[in-house]
C-alpha cells in the first residue's frame, strides 16, 4: 500500500515512469485517468495528454465496467490491493502482441495488480493499475497444455482409424459395463470385422488392407452415434457398444452397416476393392460376470456369422450354449 498524496504522483519522475516495461496507470474514484505510462502509450496507440482526465470506460470501451468496478471494490473498501491473473481473464486493455511478426497470439496476455494509493488523511482517493505483459509465459503454459492434449489424444485413439485404440476401448467398455448394472438398462455390444481379410491384403497389398480397414471405420463413425463406443479392437477386428440400445435395435444398425459395407468401393492404385463384414451381438444381461464375459457372447454370434457363410450378423441366443 502506497501513502502519497497529489502532489506526490506529479513528483515522480516521468523518465522513471516510462523506463519501466509495465503498464502503469492511475485512476481517481471516478476512474479518470491521472496517469499513463510511455508503455501504455506504445502499446494503445495513444498519448498520455489525450487519454489524461478521461473517464477509462469511455475511453477503452472493451473493458466491462461494471465487472471492473465490482473488481477494484476491495481497493477502496478494504485497502486491499487486487490481483487479475491471465488465466481468469486473457486480458484487461486490449492490446496486440508485443511481437506481431513472430508472437502466436493475437492479443497481449496480461496480469494486473490494482492497489490503493492513500493519502495523508488515511482515504484512499486513487488507485494504481500495474499491466504486465505475461504473452510469453502463457503461450509457453498454454502450448504444453495443448501437447498434454494431443499426447492424451494419442494414447487413446487408433492412428490408422481415428477409434478407439482397443486399450483405451476396453477401459471405457468396463465403465459402461458397471453402467449397465446400476441403472439395468439394456445396451448391446456388436463386435464385426471383415470377411477373407488375408485374401485382401494378399491380393492388393498391405496398404490396400489398410485403407480397406480406414473406410470401414468412418462408415462405422457415421452409422452410431456420440454416446456410443466403437472402437478398433485389433486388426481388422472392431468392437462397438450401442448404449441404451436393446438387441433389436441394434440389430438394425448391424444390418445397415453391413449393406453399407457390401456396398462400399475402395480405390487402391486404379484397382477397385470390395469386401463384406460378418458381425456378432449380445445384450447386456445382469448375471453376466464381467464385461468381457459379455464381450465373448458377441464374439461367439460373430463365429456363428462366420460358420453360416459370413456377410451377415447373429445375435447370440443362450439356447445355442
Known amino acids: 500500500m502506497l501513502n502519497s498524496t497529489p502532489s506526490q504522483h506529479s513528483a515522480v519522475p516521468t523518465e522513471l515512469l516510462n523506463s519501466i516495461e509495465v503498464g ?24 498520455a495528454e489525450d487519454v489524461t482526465g478521461k473517464v477509462l470506460f469511455s475511453h477503452f470501451t472493451d473493458i466491462e465496467e461494471q465487472w471492473l468496478r465490482t473488481k477494484v471494490d476491495p481497493v477502496f473498501n478494504l485497502k486491499s490491493p487486487v490481483f487479475i491473473i491471465w488465466e481468469q481473464r486473457p ?4 492490446f496486440g502482441c508485443n511481437r506481431p511478426v513472430t508472437c502466436a497470439a493475437k492479443h497481449m496476455y496480461q496480469n494486473v495488480t490494482m492497489f490503493p ?34 499426447l492424451k489424444i494419442a494414447s487413446r485413439v ?10 483405451y ?3 471405457r467398455f468396463e465403465d459402461v ?20 481379410f488375408k485374401r485382401i491384403n494378399d491380393t492388393y497389398g498391405h496398404q490396400a ?14 452409422c452410431v452415434r456420440e454416446t456410443d463406443l466403437a472402437g478398433r479392437y485389433g486388426g481388422e477386428e472392431f468392437a462397438i457398444i450401442l448404449t441404451d440400445s436393446k438387441v433389436e435395435s441394434a440389430a438394425v444398425v448391424a444390418e445397415r452397416i453391413r449393406q453399407l459395407a457390401q ?29 468381457m464375459a459379455w464381450l465373448e457372447l458377441a464374439d461367439q454370434a460373430l463365429y456363428e456369422a462366420k460358420e453360416n457363410g459370413r456377410n451377415q450378423y447373429r445375435v447370440f441366443e443362450a439356447i445355442t450354449l
Not at 468401393?265 to 444381461?285: M, N
Request: glycine residues 8%.
Open 24 to 47: 502503469i496507470v492511475i485512476l481517481d474514484k471516478d476512474f479518470r485517468i491521472q496517469v499513463f505510462n510511455k508503455f501504455m502509450e506504445n502499446h494503445s496507440g495513444d498519448r
Open 158 to 167: 487408433d492412428g490408422l482409424t481415428g477409434l478407439y485404440n482397443r486399450r
Open 209 to 222: 488392407g489398410d485403407k480397406v480397414i480406414k473406410m470401414l471405420a468412418q462408415l462405422i463413425q457415421r
Open 91 to 94: 486480458y484487461l486493455f486490449k
Open 117 to 150: 494509493l492513500v493519502g495523508q488523511d488515511g482515504n484512499v482517493d486513487k488507485f494504481c493499475m500495474l499491466v504486465y505483459d505475461v504473452t510469453e509465459q502463457a503461450l509457453g503454459k498454454l502450448g504444453m497444455e495443448h501437447l498434454n492434449e494431443e
Open 177 to 196: 459395463f458397471k453402467l449397465c448394472k446400476r441403472r439395468d438398462k439394456p445396451s448391446t455390444a456388436m463386435m464385426l470385422d471383415i470377411d477373407h
Open 263 to 291: 456396398r462400399l468401393e475402395v480405390e487402391h492404385e486404379g484397382q477397385t476393392i470390395q469386401f463384406t463384414i460378418s458381425i456378432g451381438l449380445a445384450q447386456f444381461e445382469r448375471d453376466f460376470k464381467g464385461s
Open 169 to 171: 476401448w476396453q477401459e
